[in-house]
């Protein structure tokens, strides 16, 4: 089974973190139920531009169906590739072309030397 959306080629996607106390509009308030589990872990929000949103989707959907993880394949800023699972997926089409709104769950503590407590920055 295809499983994985990978991104070939653009920048490392900018994840936005969820948090269950920030004030969620109607629109986006379902997102708090993917926030509970029993396990602790982080939730992201990140858009993708894409020639093909429908066909991720479906894709997606199909792995989900199948009742298997669907994973984002992306390189970090130092370019080592990493993967996410993906929780939550949605294909718009907007001025600039297709995008697809991506969910994900993230490791509760980033491994992002940006976020780093020692304070070095690569």
């Not at 479906?58 to 130092?78: G, H, P, S």
Request: hydrophobic share 40%; with cysteine.
């Amino acid at each position: 089974m295809n499983n994985k959306i990978t991104i070939i080629e653009g920048p490392t996607p900018v994840f936005e973190p969820i948090y269950p106390s920030s004030g969620l509009d109607q629109s986006r308030a379902w997102t708090a139920g993917i926030l509970e589990g029993p396990f602790l872990y982080d939730m992201a929000f990140t858009t993708l531009r894409t020639f093909n949103g429908q066909l991720l989707l479906n894709r997606c959907q199909n792995a989900w169906e199948a009742k298997q993880t669907m994973f984002l394949v992306y390189k970090d800023r130092v370019g080592l590739t990493k993967q996410t699972p993906i929780v939550a997926a949605r294909a718009m089409t907007t001025e600039e072309g297709e995008v697809l709104l991506l969910w994900v769950r993230r490791e509760l503590h980033s491994d992002d030397p940006a976020d780093s407590e020692d304070g070095i920055n690569f």
